[in-house]
């Protein structure tokens, strides 16, 4: 019996087309849905600011930081379910030769699209939020629109809060309470179509193991990508979450005994399979370590204070502290520089108008030659910024070489 033959350009290249604008499609869905988080953000920070109570405004950014990632892990939970199905779908579609090839490709499309889903807007805030948003008098726009812009303080406090929900979120409410209640559903409609009419029979233990919940060829696939994605979070972003392998303990202690529970008391023995490695799960746990090498150096040398305080007291203290850092890290803005109609109209309802108003930036003051350009300290920092990048990449990549 001869094995079935799909040709390549007339069964697999289409398949595989189709397959690739699908995955693009569902990743352009995830970005859709941090966009409308984004104006979101905006929207309710405008209300805010339009708000009378005072202490309503005073909190508008904690209270739209932690709402928006709140809504952002809704938009998560929901693209997770439709990610599965499809990637499913597009899997068994391509009519791949082995097991094997079939586990590889669905791992991938799974990891790519998850990974999307969960550290798109991480990333957003990270490294694009505020970067390129202008200054007073000046703002950059996209389709007429000013960009949303960090608070003064940065965005490591903001990007802190998106970690802290997206995390502890997943792992808490949905691995936890869904491997608590998911098996057992399942466990009951599958008792409840393979009734049998004997009360004999139903007390014999090979019915009761018969009626438990089948584990599958990819029964431990949601194990590995669960665990791909708490590593993911451990390392892209410590910097910014450094509890963050606290609370992956205290999740593994009671993921531990709960897939104990799942596994002996919810699903059949599973049959052993040999097999060489864990697939293509090694391959991207390595990709992950290395973009996570990168990612922290970044999140050090650009999302955080860290350069600019050093650059500061090596560079501008006379004392080699941060004293008066505060002031030498705001530029000046003439307010009599805003085009008309975008001004203030009651400038922090001081009750008198403002002549100059201070943002945190490096540039040059109104009166100087070349006003409102970057200064050559922003330079100076940009540079530092650059130079700690690359001296902590090859000191990472050295020491993991060697290891």
């Known amino acids: 019996m001869l094995e079935p033959y799909i040709p390549f350009w007339s069964g697999k290249v289409p398949r595989y087309l189709f397959s690739l604008t699908m995955v ?108 390129l948003a202008g200054y007073p008098g000046d703002h950059a726009k996209i389709l007429g629109f000013r960009q949303e812009e960090c ?24 691995n936890n309470i869904l491997e608590i ?43 590995y990508l669960e665990l791909l994605l708490q590593f993911g979070f451990l390392t892209i972003f410590v910097a910014a979450f450094p509890l963050a392998p606290f609370f992956a303990l205290i999740n593994n202690i009671l993921e531990v005994r709960l897939d104990a ?25 390595d990709a992950v370590a290395k973009i996570a090498i990168l990612t922290n150096a970044f999140v050090i040398a650009f999302t955080s204070d860290f350069i600019p305080r050093l ?38 309802e001081l009750g008198y108008p403002v002549d100059v108003c201070r943002y945190k930036d490096y540039r040059e003051p109104a009166t100087a030659a070349h006003p409102y350009r970057h200064t050559q300290h922003h330079w100076h920092v940009f540079a530092a910024r650059l130079a700690f990048v690359v001296v902590f990449e090859v000191s990472m990549l050295t020491a993991v070489c060697r290891n």
Do not use: H
């Open 151 to 174: 608070e003064p303080g940065g965005c490591l406090v903001e990007l802190c809060i998106q970690l802290v929900v997206i995390m502890l979120g997943k792992q808490f409410i949905m």
């Open 261 to 285: 529970d799942k596994m002996i008391t919810q699903y059949r023995r599973p049959v052993a399979v040999r097999a060489k490695d864990i697939g293509v799960w090694f391959s991207v746990l």
């Open 24 to 131: 693009f499609f569902l990743i352009s869905l995830a970005l859709a849905a941090v966009i409308g988080v984004i104006v979101y953000r905006i929207s309710v920070l405008a209300a805010f600011a339009f708000n009378e109570n005072i202490m309503l405004r005073k909190s508008a950014t904690l209270i739209t930081s932690i709402s928006a990632a709140t809504l952002n892990l809704l938009c998560i939970m929901l693209l997770n379910l439709v990610y599965a199905k499809v990637a499913n779908w597009l899997t068994k579609m391509e009519m791949l030769r082995t097991q094997s090839e079939f586990d590889d490709s669905l791992s991938l499309k799974l990891i790519l699209l998850q990974f999307v889903n969960y550290f798109s807007s991480i990333f957003y805030i990270a490294f694009i939020k505020g970067r």
């Open 181 to 223: 209640i998911l098996p057992r559903a399942m466990r009951y409609m599958q008792r409840l179509t393979m009734r049998t009419a004997d009360d004999e029979a139903r007390q014999k233990q090979w019915v009761k193991d018969y009626k438990l919940i089948p584990m599958g060829p990819n029964g431990l696939f949601c194990e």
């Open 311 to 348: 650059v500061y007291a090596l560079t501008q203290s006379a004392d080699r502290t941060l004293a008066g850092y505060i002031d030498y890290s705001l530029s000046e803005f003439n307010t009599a520089d805003f085009a008309n109609g975008t001004e203030p109209d009651n400038p922090l």
